[in-house]
């Protein structure tokens, strides 16, 4: 059994992923802001922890995750405002990896998207350009640490039911980006049972193949 801490727990790739977990006899701790979300949380298996990151120090950090082997970052501002864009998907992001490595916690896996990264070609007036460049800032900074590391870029999420049949490094424009929430938290599962997949970028998206073939070349 391993023990896996879940940020951003109450999210919708958050508990998918801590279900499918728990299933697999893993032992989920999962951190929320809001401690009325502890139930929905529990349901899934995992134990719910409230812990606000965007207000954390790396030492809190540090300590909420000692004792666990691996991280899922799945947390997010949700958008609307700029300046906690930064502060939770770039800053608290970068302190829980600092944290991860404090407390001895090898493996990392962000939850960031498809086409993430300095190039990512927002307008600065779009809305959802301090995203873009909290993301490829936290990515960035996630790629320089000692940490086993794997970066997952689904496309655009959905809600459809999780049909465990990806794409992975779709070319641009061929074909859709949609990526349902479901298959990123079956691929999340599969790469934290895939240590060969440590040091790698997963860009994918709804697709044909299953997801332990589509990962599988990068074994």
Do not use: C
Request: proline share 5%.
């Amino acid at each position: 059994m391993t023990r896996i801490a879940i940020i951003g727990g109450h999210g919708k790739v958050a508990l998918h992923l801590s279900a499918l977990l728990t299933a697999e006899g893993h032992s989920v701790t999962s951190f929320i802001r809001n401690p009325d979300h502890a139930g929905d949380v529990a349901a899934t298996g995992a134990t719910p922890s409230v812990l606000d990151v965007e207000n954390s120090t790396t030492a809190a950090l540090a300590e909420a995750l000692g004792g666990h082997d691996a991280v899922v970052w799945s947390a997010g501002a949700g958008g609307g405002n700029p300046a906690r864009t930064y502060a939770v998907d770039r800053d608290a992001a970068i302190r829980s990896m600092d944290a991860a490595a404090e407390a001895g916690v090898g493996r990392y896996i962000m939850v960031s998207y498809l086409g993430a990264g300095p190039d990512h070609g927002v307008p600065a007036d779009n809305s959802f350009f301090a995203y873009a460049e909290a993301k490829a800032a936290a990515d960035e900074y996630l790629r320089g640490t000692q940490l086993a590391w794997t970066i997952l870029g689904p496309g655009s999420l959905t809600d459809k039911p999780g049909t465990g049949r990806i794409d992975v490094d779709p070319a641009p424009g061929e074909g859709g980006r949609e990526t349902s929430r479901g298959n990123t938290a079956i691929v999340a599962a599969a790469v934290l049972d895939l240590p060969e997949t440590a040091g790698r970028t997963i860009e994918f998206r709804d697709g044909t193949l299953p997801v332990s073939a589509a990962l599988q070349p990068l074994t």
